[in-house]
Each structure stands twice: as structure tokens, then as C-alpha cells.
């Protein structure tokens, strides 16, 4: 992969027209608009009984604190608003209730190399619920000491005691939220965070020895404008950021009410919010960066931009990662973990989740046993997502089919006289379906062509984010 600056890419109003629709991001394949309540605890048991028959494999575990003291009004997280600190304390008791259970229930498979708290706001806990909590984690499970310990921090009440106690405790990488740095942005969406706030935190996680931290932008909110946008880019240059997360925008306001808070015609349109991606994409290359699957950037000495090199990047519901594990496990409300070839989410409410707890079983609202051909065409997504690239004999090996049987539908549609290829999104050869820079901005698309549960209905607006 060029470490050099990569081409402008220039889109045409007929291609954004045809293109930016609704569609999945991909987080995982089937999406979570195919979990249904048919798996529940008890298959969940099973999930986990299969992956404690694997003791030497490691896992991924990933926390969900759900609190924070303001709603951002863009936000579509699963968060509770409070400033009752005992709301926090009795989620915690539950939340060491189901750690304990999941681990038990895996045996001896305890080898973590893949930590993550996210929210919400993990820094809502105070330092001893901090230390508390990661300790019960410790007694539950083994973290190696290579893994990749990560927190979700904000840097408006995030103290720098906090942030010493991370990394005492083994945590080694901050994704740091900013979203935009514009004063009139941060206003209409309710998260006021100065500069200085940002760079001091920044600064001190560095002298206390953060080897890696990211910083997470959102392109396509209301008010943002290139000019200003362009700045909130400079800063984040400056910083020297390892990783930048640079988000589309989701505006759902049928599933996510805060967002009525502003009138959406404040929102910029497809043109302009592609745009400030394109904004972003160019600073950031021109500054050294490497373009990490679709809407990340990280140093070419990062371990991400390496992956990416060798085409072994791969991702989960944490994120982009080099270190993914074959099972995840989810705790906390609304969490959703990979196990076993299931996927299972909890409870997204408080009172159904302590409950489920309270009866001794464990919070499960939903999941997805993947069938074979969700295995192969998880992997495919994954790889096209991840690495922009598809080597179609390594499919063939790794699951023994014939790629042009299984897939013929899809090329057929690849190679049409108005498909992906002839719009000079993506090359196909017998030996790879290789996606090109075009391509790059549209690969929620490319991916949808593999999706077989939309071959009988369109993406659906109500539920899924436009592509672009």
C-alpha cells in the first residue's frame, strides 16, 4: 500500500445519485436486523459450552457502560443519562454478576487478547469503580500482556487521575471523542468541548505513556461546513492522532429521538457531506496517513496500516483490529458478542437486563445462529470491507467451493454494462475481485451486492444509514 498521496477522487452527480442509498455498515454479517428472539439464554448456554471446548483459543471481551451525564443529540449509542451515581453502582453489581457467569461457564478458556469498555461514557466511573471493575475482569480472566487493552474516553469529564490509572492498569490505547472542534457544530449538537480541553488530555496520555491513541470525527453533521471542518482537521493533524476515525453521520430520528433536537434542514446535503469525507480523506493522506477500510486513517507505523499492506486486517464489533479473536464476548446492556458462530446481544433495557440476571440466567434478547453460507459470505464482506481486495482461490480453499458457482449471480451483476465494474468501483480477474480507489467511497455498496438477505427486499430506510 502507497504511503504517498493517493488520487483525488471525484464522484459525479449521477454515481452519488444512483449510489448513496440506504444500506449496512457491515459491523457484522447477517446484520443485527436478522437477530431474533428464537436464540435466547439457552442457546446462548450452548454457544458457550462450544467455545469452552477450545481452552487454548483467545478471546475478545468487550464491556458496555452505558452512562453518561448529557445526550449529544447526534449520538446513536445506547447510553443512559443520569447524575444518580447509584444507578451506576447497581449496574455494576449486576454487570460483576454476568461477568462471572460467562466466565464459569467457559472453563478454563480464559486468555483475553482483545480488551475494550466502551459507552456511553467509560470514564462516567469514578477511580475506585475504575479499579474495581477491572479487577474484577482480572479475577475472571487472564488479559496477556500483548493484548490490546482500549477505552472510549471523553474529554470533557475525563480527569487526568483517570487517565494515569488507565495505564497503570494495562490499558494501552484512548479513543478519544471530538467530532468537530467548530463552536457553532458543538452547540447544535449539545457537545461543547474546547480545543484546549482536547489537547491537554491528549498531551497528558502521552507522558504517562499511551502508546496509541484515536481520535474519533463524524462528517455530515448539521452546520458543518468545508472551511470549518478543514480546521478541526489541522488540529487533529497536528495532534499526531496514531488512528482517526472519520464517521458518516447516521440521521435516524425514528430510532434515535434525540436527533429531532435540530431542524434537519441544518444537515448538509449528499453533495456537501461527501464533500467534507472527501476533505478529510485528502488531509489526512497528505499529511502521511494510511487509508484503513472506509472511514479510517492511521500512521503507516501503526499495526493497522501494516495489516492493511499485507491484506490481513480484519474487524469485529469493536472495530478494526489485527487481533481478532474467534470468539467474542459481549457484557453489559445491549452488548452484542461473537461466539461460537452465533452472535448474541443482550438486553438493551436496565430493568430487563438486571431480571434476567436476578434469575440466574444470562440477559440475552436476541442473536443469529450463521448458517454455512453466512460463514462464506461473512468472510468475503469482511475482506472486501477490510482489505479492499478479494482473493477468490483462498475462498475456494478455506470453505471448498467453486467461487464462480457459488457467486455467479454476483459477478454476472459485477460485470453488467452499468454494474460495479464498468463505474470503475472495483476490477475482477479469475484470480481476485480487487475494489478501486472509486470504489473506496462506495464499498457499502460493493458489499450489499453479497448480501443475500437483500436480495428480496431494497435496504430499508427506516433502519439503515445512507452508503455515502
Sequence with gaps: MSKSVAPTIRVTPDLLRKYDRPGPRYTSYPTAVEFNPAYDASAYFDSLH??????????????????????????????????????????????????????????????????????????????????????????????LPDAEAAIEVDPRVTSREQIS?????????????????????????????????????????????????????????????????????????????????????????????????FDPALLPSAEQKLELFCLAREAFLQAGYCQIGMDHFSLPEDELAKAVETRTLSRNFMGYTVKAAPDMIGLGVSAIGDVAGSYAQNEKKLPRYYDAIEKGSLPIERGYR?????????????????????????????????????????????????????????????EAVHVEPLGH??????????DRYLLDKNADARIFSRTV
Excluded at 172 to 183: A, E, K, T
Aim: proline share 4%; charged share 25%.
Design 370 to 430: 450463521l448458517s454455512a453460507d453466512d460463514q462464506i459470505r461473512r468472510f468475503v464482506i469482511t475482506q472486501l470491507m477490510c482489505n479492499f481486495h478479494l482473493d477468490l482461490r483462498t475462498v475456494e480453499e478455506r470453505f471448498g467451493i467453486v467461487f464462480e458457482n457459488a457467486f455467479e449471480r454476483e459477478l454476472s451483476e459485477l460485470a453488467s454494462p452499468d454494474g460495479l465494474t464498468a463505474n470503475g468501483f472495483v476490477t475482477v480477474s479469475r
Design 50 to 143: 462450544d467455545a469452552a471446548m477450545r481452552p487454548d483459543d483467545p478471546l475478545s471481551l468487550y464491556l458496555h457502560l452505558p452512562f453518561c451525564e448529557h445526550r449529544c443529540t447526534f449520538c446513536g449509542c445506547n447510553v443512559v443519562i443520569t447524575q444518580h451515581r447509584e444507578v451506576l453502582q447497581k449496574y455494576l453489581s449486576y454487570l460483576y454478576r454476568e461477568l462471572r457467569e460467562v466466565a464459569r461457564r467457559l472453563g478454563q478458556r480464559r486468555k483475553i487478547v482483545q480488551y475494550h469498555w466502551g459507552g456511553g461514557t467509560p470514564t462516567y466511573l469514578k477511580i475506585e469503580e475504575i479499579r474495581a471493575l477491572h479487577r474484577v475482569v482480572t479475577e475472571c480472566f487472564e488479559v
Design 165 to 261: 490509572l488507565l495505564r497503570s492498569l494495562g490499558f494501552n490505547r484512548l479513543s478519544m471523542g471530538v467530532q468537530d472542534f467548530d463552536p457553532e457544530v458543538q452547540a447544535i449538537i449539545n457537545r461543547n468541548q474546547t480545543e484546549y480541553q482536547t489537547r491537554e488530555l491528549f498531551a497528558h496520555s502521552r507522558s504517562v505513556g499511551f502508546p496509541s491513541i484515536n481520535v474519533d470525527l463524524i462528517y455530515g453533521l448539521p452546520l458543518q461546513k468545508p472551511e470549518t471542518f478543514a480546521k478541526t482537521l489541522d488540529t487533529v493533524i497536528e495532534l499526531r492522532a496514531d488512528r482517526v476515525a472519520v464517521y458518516s453521520y447516521a440521521h435516524v430520528p425514528w430510532l434515535r429521538t434525540q436527533q429531532k433536537g
Design 441 to 450: 467511497l462506495f464499498v457499502r455498496n460493493i458489499a450489499m451486492l453479497f
